[in-house]
């Protein structure tokens, strides 16, 4: 697997409990807390080939890349030929530089995918038109991995009570064949135009959120079974 490296951080001493379930997600993105996952964890990145590769793996949600860690290092994992990664139970694609999570695998594919607003971060505009990012903003990539532990997991999300909350908005993307559409009510009728009619008539009589997973899901559910 081909290294870009990005960033070596310090293995620091920590006391911090894992918890009992070290595939938890991140309930909010900060400063410190940038990982999807709150350890990394034993994953698995699949090539276009089908060849395989076990890592120590974890998805960054604020700088939009899956890391794996190497030597206790860790780096941004080389897309190029990557067909999909899994981590835990989640499955993760990437697509025009975005990953997304796959949420949804029958007959149509629904995936998840998250943005940060940078702007957020970056001072309002000086007297000549100049800007320049926060103290928030000057850190993003300085995530410390602490603990060492028998399974080689590693934690992060090291949350400070000094953290700004990172505001991170959700789309949601339907993958049918190999093309890419948004989960809208047009792509489901374009889609599966041959049962437009029933489909028009489904849509008016559901009051249907189409930002809402299990709305979603409901909707591909009822797609595949016409």
């Known amino acids: 697997m081909k290294k870009i490296f990005i960033l070596i ?4 001493t920590s006391f911090i409990s894992f918890g009992q379930n070290k595939c938890d997600t991140s309930e909010y993105y900060a400063q410190n807390a940038q990982f999807f996952f709150n350890t990394f964890q034993k994953g698995t990145v699949v090539f276009n ?7 120590i793996l974890n998805y960054n949600v604020v700088s939009n890349d899956v890391y ?3 030597e206790n290092k860790y780096f941004s994992l080389n897309r ?3 067909k999909y990664v899994a981590i835990c139970d989640y499955r993760f694609y990437f697509e025009n530089g975005k990953v997304l999570q796959l949420i949804f695998d029958k007959g149509v594919q629904l995936l998840v995918e998250r943005n940060v607003n940078m702007e957020e971060f970056y001072d309002k505009k000086g007297a000549y038109g100049a800007t320049s990012p926060n103290t928030v903003g000057t850190d993003f990539l300085d995530v410390t991995l602490s603990n060492l532990p028998e399974d080689r997991s590693y934690l992060v999300n090291l949350r400070d009570k000094e953290d700004k909350e990172i505001n991170v908005v959700i789309n ?9 559409y948004p989960a809208t009510q047009k792509s489901f009728l374009k889609i599966y ?3 437009k009619d029933k489909l028009k008539k489904y849509f008016s009589e559901n009051n249907f959120d189409f930002k809402n997973k299990q709305d979603l899901i409901q909707i591909a559910n009822y797609c595949i079974s016409l």
């Not at 080939?49 to 890592?55: F, G, I, L, R, S």
């Not at 949601?172 to 890419?180: L, P």
Request: charge should be negative.
């Open 9 to 12: 951080v310090v293995i620091t």
């Open 49 to 55: 080939d089908e060849t395989k590769v076990d890592a």
């Open 68 to 70: 794996y860690i190497d």
């Open 80 to 82: 190029e030929n990557v």
């Open 172 to 180: 949601y993307k339907i993958k049918y064949g190999k093309k890419f």
């Open 193 to 195: 135009s041959e049962n």
